[in-house]
């Protein structure tokens, strides 16, 4: 798909981005809870990936594709939550799942529409900058040009919702300095969530 549009003015409905969501003294805050939970090597169909995560509240395994209730979320990303769902309208106990990642020197997340369970999709970089990249799902519209290369900065929010969900697919470069994220993702309606 060749775009009309100069990559810096086009942004496929349903993508938001919040720079400067969270505050310095947030940031420090949130990398030492993230610091004190046990990440574990990323594994994706075998495959080891350089990245580390640890998942709470439902998770979603690529490898039986189903979701499980996994760990309670710790206290200490409550107050991250109640920002991100204040600013996004909805209530904190829709957020389903907390994904802490930790992406070392050179490491990347690959190109992947997000597990099918889940809906709306929050993402807070810590850290370091990082390039965030979308590109059409359907493979008949993609090509060099149809990549949207998003500056990420550290402290910001994205949200990938409506369109950007369903048709487009993302993926991040290289990182260049250690990055930290948390992701925040909804169920889509009808999913059945007991606290
Ligand atoms: O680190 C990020 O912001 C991206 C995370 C992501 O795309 C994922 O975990 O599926």
Known sequence: MDSLFPVETFMPPGFHYFADFITAEEEIELVGEIEKVPLK??????????????????????????????????????PLIDKVSHQLSF???????????????????????????????????????SIFRLRPYDKAKQGRNSILSIPLRRRSLYVISGETRTSWEHSITPVTALRYSVTLRTLKPGLMMTH
């Open 41 to 78: 090597t990323f594994i994706f169909q075998g495959y080891e990936a350089k990245r580390r995560v640890a998942s709470f509240g439902y998770d979603w395994s690529f490898t039986n594709r189903k979701l499980t209730k996994g760990k309670a979320v710790p206290e200490s990303f409550k």
């Open 91 to 129: 209530k904190a106990d829709e957020i389903a799942e907390v994904l802490l990642t930790e992406y070392p020197v050179g490491s990347v997340i690959n190109w992947h529409r997000d597990a099918p369970p889940f809906d709306l999709i929050a993402g807070i970089s810590l850290q370091s900058d």
